[in-house]
């Protein structure tokens, strides 16, 4: 038996699992199986093997021990919401470089977002992403464009893109502004039955602004993007919802109104789930002050008064699930002015500690209520049964360090994008490692 100090140092590849591996003393967090307990697991040729207390290990064995202690187990995490820039703009990321941060991140799995060039709008397409997926310790889910060229005129062939292996169908971040077509895209959804993933945003109010419409925007003498705009757009597909049946996923909400909307919507048995942005939980548009373009994101940091009903609504459950929006942009597009750079930010590597530092050292959340958003509810969004951490179970893990005080740098980060508005910033709570498909990774330190 030895004791491994060199497999969890930093590294930047995936490496495979040891044949024999016994992960020690950590906190087990299984939300769906209702674990929260000390447990020793036995992985053995990446299937989780045992799951036990105090498990003894007999002088003769062969394979690697980890102390665990102080860390959190939990089921390997899925990101519903990530631009992977593969195909089109692999100067920013590719699906290898947006899976090592994902596992960076403390994901095993990640959504990408059908706004590649060409768009995730044909079988091929989605064949391409598995291809270059293939092998990765992170499992790369398509989702397919809502409407060809996420134009917003005519459907795809969404039975064939399902068919093929797209998790969820989403035009984001385009809106789908024609009420007939989300109609359809909501039929079609109810069907198969697949969630339709939207950035409710009605762009006739948004077109000619910056960020969120408000003191700070008129302060800086900048065109607004008013709340109202997306949650007249959350009204319209609740309702469509509502009529047609069709699963609804609502992402990155940003309002108040939108908890409150999505809540009474729930309540009369709409299936609408939400997610939420780390960076949404953590700044307002006073961090736009200072025109860091890394504070210019799509639906805009909003107000104190909205950045606590997100907190509230995801601490009584109406938002389901914390998704990162990584969106990586070249560093050239960036360092433009304020009202020419792009919007949106990387978030891959940074959602489990932002979020953990707002939510549970400023918030006073405990680990534990985090944990369904990234591990469990994900799955349940996209009708996926989760991964568990059982005896029998392939070992998809996400290893957690939830004390860990540490400073964001760019040396942490392994996207080719480093948009971020959090470098510099302290943090408490940080991803430690995952494990999958029999190949383990941890993260840079
Ligand atoms: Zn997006």
Redesign the pocket.
């Known amino acids: 038996m030895k004791f491994s100090k060199d497999i969890a140092r930093g590294r930047e590849k995936f490496a495979p699992l040891p044949e024999q591996l016994v992960l020690k003393s950590a906190r087990v967090i299984d939300p769906e199986q209702g674990i929260d307990d000390l447990f020793d697991l036995a992985i053995e040729n990446g299937v989780i093997k045992s799951v036990e207390k105090d498990a003894t290990i007999s002088p003769d064995f062969s394979g690697e021990v980890l102390d665990l202690s102080g860390k959190v187990i939990t089921p390997g995490w899925l990101d519903l919401?990530a631009?992977l820039r593969e195909p089109g703009r692999e100067d920013e990321e590719t699906i290898e470089s947006g899976a090592l941060a994902a596992a960076n991140g403390g994901f095993t799995a990640v959504c990408c977002?059908s706004d590649t060039n060409p768009a995730i709008d044909t079988q091929e397409i989605i064949q391409y992403i598995k291809d270059r997926a293939r092998g990765l310790l992170v499992e790369v889910l398509p989702v397919a464009a809502a409407t060809k060229k996420r134009e917003g005129q005519e459907l795809t062939e969404i039975l064939d893109l399902v068919g093929q292996g797209a998790a969820a169908i989403s035009d984001?971040?385009h809106p789908i502004l024609k009420s007939e077509i989300m109609r359809r895209v909501l039929e079609y959804s109810r069907m198969i039955p697949i969630p339709v993933i939207v950035?409710a945003e009605d762009a006739s109010m948004t077109g000619k602004g910056y960020l969120h419409e408000g003191f700070v925007s008129t302060r800086l003498g900048l065109g607004g993007m008013p709340s109202v705009a997306e949650d007249l757009m959350i009204g319209r597909d609740l309702l469509l919802s509502e009529y047609t049946g069709g699963l609804l996923h609502i992402?990155?909400i940003s309002t108040k109104k939108a908890v409150e909307l999505i809540h009474g919507a729930k309540q009369r048995g709409v299936k609408v789930t939400a997610d939420v942005t780390p960076h949404h939980l953590a700044l307002t548009d006073e961090a736009v002050l200072g025109f860091d373009t890394n504070t210019k994101v799509n639906p805009p940091l909003r107000s104190e008064e909205d950045r606590q009903a997100l907190i509230e609504g995801l601490r009584k459950g109406i938002i389901d699930v914390i998704a990162s929006?990584h969106?990586p942009h070249s560093w050239e597009e960036k360092a433009s002015e304020f009202i020419y750079a792009p919007f949106g930010v990387v978030g891959l590597e940074t959602a489990l500690s932002v979020a953990s530092t707002v939510l549970c050292h400023q918030a006073g959340m405990d680990i534990k209520e985090l944990i369904p958003k990234f591990a469990v509810n994900p799955y349940r969004v996209l009708g996926k049964t989760p991964p568990a951490v059982a005896a029998g179970q392939p070992a998809n893990l996400t290893i957690l360090d939830p004390s860990a005080r540490w400073t964001l740098s760019e040396k942490n980060l392994l996207s080719k994008s480093h948009n971020t508005p959090f470098i510099g910033w302290e943090m408490q709570g940080k991803p430690f490692g995952v494990i999958n498909k029999g190949q383990m990774f941890f993260s840079a330190r």
């Open positions: 919401h631009h977002m984001d971040p950035n992402s990155h929006d969106s």
